[in-house]
């Protein structure tokens, strides 16, 4: 059974930075791709970046040049890198694992079937 733990996940002032980490065990990642998620209380869970077993990314607008998603197969592990975050970045930041035969541009939500309990970040203004 695949069992995934995030990690690095606190409080920060806006325009700071944090590095999340997801470490995975039970399957390796190699062929899968990779994701991660956030949800506000209030609001529906959301992507945040996605990456495929090749290398490839996709971001969310709202992430797009500040968020940098990476995967170290040689570790299992899947890492976020989050830069000048700011309070609307306030969230439960959620890894998952996605069949690898599905292209990257097509992957929703439904498409991952692994996931982790998830991690907070707090962003103060």
């Known amino acids: 059974q695949v069992h995934m733990v995030e990690s690095g996940g606190g409080s920060v002032q806006a325009g700071g930075s944090l590095r999340l980490s997801c470490a995975v065990s039970?399957?390796?990642?190699?062929?899968?791709?990779m994701g991660w998620f956030r949800q506000d209380p209030a609001k529906e869970r959301e992507e945040v970046a996605f990456?495929?077993?090749?290398?490839?990314?996709r971001y969310a607008d709202s992430v797009n040049g500040r968020f940098t998603i990476s995967r170290d197969n040689a570790k299992n592990t899947l890492y976020l890198f989050m830069n000048s975050l700011q309070p609307e970045d306030t969230a439960m930041y959620y890894c998952a694992t996605a069949d690898g035969r599905w292209p990257l541009f097509s992957l929703t939500r439904t498409d991952f079937d692994y996931w982790g309990q998830g991690t907070q970040v707090t962003v103060s203004s």
């Open positions: 039970g399957d390796t990642i190699t062929s899968r791709s």
């Open positions: 990456i495929d077993s090749f290398g490839g990314t």
